[in-house]
């Protein structure tokens, strides 16, 4: 009979992902609680599933370049003027996704359109979608330096194949005719069967500003816009109501 370190070494042979101090942590408890065959196999299945998820969600994590954002429970709902809660909760549950819907979060600089995009995000991350998070300016960027179109096709996959899209910021950026092209490349591809969000300070008439002269804009926002969830945020910036709140605790620290 093998030893608890042979019998782990005998499991990493066959490519069981768990810690070697999970394994034996789990055969001490499975020999001190005489677990039967059927109990054994279960809890090490059940083991190596929570490896192998932690695993995954890590990669796609990674892949998905979510950065640094506010927790949604840190999220001050208070703070808006207006915004459809119900809605945005709603899309937590991620039915969305499966329907290949739109979001579009509309609303001035700095009212927490992205926080909630990346928030959407990692939820979906959680519940096993795959994701992508860039600005729209950094996503041009990269496809735009593709020096051939075999090179432009492998790297619009990078935009076209993931369960969840998130484009941030459009509207800060000018764009050329090119830009509009790729753009409306992405959301095509995408239209009814991946889900794109969008963040963004402009109107759906105002797009055409941002691409000056493309003759695409018009089709790209019916194909976005025909399956799109709306959140509207009207509020005063956090940046500048934090900065404020910090003004006024120095006047008072001063006083």
Not at 28 to 53: G, I, M, N, W, Y
Not at 59 to 84: C, M, Y
Not at 202 to 212: D, E, G, H, I, M
Not at 248 to 254: L, S, Y
Request: aromatic share 6%; charged share 30%.
């Amino acid at each position: 009979m093998k030893s608890p370190d042979g019998v782990i070494e005998a499991l990493r042979a066959l490519f069981v992902r768990a810690p070697a101090d999970a394994l034996g942590a789990l055969l001490a408890h499975l020999t001190k609680s005489r677990a039967s065959p059927v109990q054994c196999f279960e809890q090490l299945v059940a083991l190596e599933r929570r490896e192998r998820d932690e695993r995954n969600l890590e990669r796609r994590t990674k892949s998905a370049t979510l950065g640094t954002f506010k927790a949604l429970d840190r999220f001050d709902w208070n703070h808006p003027r207006s915004i459809d809660r119900t809605l945005y909760e709603s899309l937590l549950e991620l039915d969305f996704l499966k329907q290949g819907d739109n979001v579009l979060f509309r609303g001035q600089s700095g009212v927490g359109k992205t926080n909630l995009a990346q928030a959407l995000g990692m939820v979906a991350l959680q519940q096993g979608r795959t994701v992508r998070f860039t600005t729209l300016a950094a996503a041009l960027a990269d496809l735009s330096r593709q020096e051939s179109v075999p090179a432009l096709e492998r790297r619009l996959r990078r935009y076209t194949s993931v369960d969840l899209l998130i484009l941030d910021e459009l509207g800060y950026l000018p764009c050329d005719g090119r830009s509009a092209d790729l753009l409306y490349n992405i959301v095509s591809r995408r239209h009814e069967q991946r889900s794109t969000a969008i963040t963004t300070n402009l109107a759906y008439k105002q797009w055409s500003t941002v691409f000056p002269g493309a003759a695409c804009v018009a089709a790209l926002v019916d194909r976005f816009a025909q399956h799109c969830h709306v959140v509207d945020i009207d509020a005063e910036s956090w940046r500048k109501k934090e900065a404020g709140e910090r003004s006024t605790a120095k006047e008072r620290k001063r006083s």
